[in-house]
């Protein structure tokens, strides 16, 4: 699929946050797939386990850096440096046995680190994000303009 709003990827850096959990890693190995150069940001350094899904899914080794998302500074400085073409974000937190009250606190966490993001990329050199949408595998799908 190729549009303003999707772009081919072929050539392009792909950047994927929270790039070691299951959505990134599958978009990894997705965009892999349709040509594009692929770097990841993440709290911590590939894990293991990640190396070893992505090798099973066929996506060669990528760049990761550890970066916390709610640190402009240095969230700043590993976007300047990796150059995404694309940025996929899919980082955010998830405690499968939190209670309700629990869930107001992870989800105003994901909202403080996507809004984060988007002021981090907007405040870029040459930077002009056309569409956001935030995904998560056990979250409400939250889009933010």
Known sequence: MSSALHPPLAGRTVLITG???FIGIHTAAAAYRLGARVAGMDIVAESARARRVRESLGAPPVEVRAVVLLDPQASGQALRAMRPDVVVHCAGSIERDAGTEDWA???SGNAALTASLVKILRALPGTEPVSYTH???HETVLGIV
Do not use: E
Request: hydrophobic share 55%; proline share 0%; glycine share 12%.
């Open 105 to 107: 606190r992870v989800f």
């Open 135 to 137: 995904l998560r595998a």
């Open 19 to 21: 790039i070691q959990g």
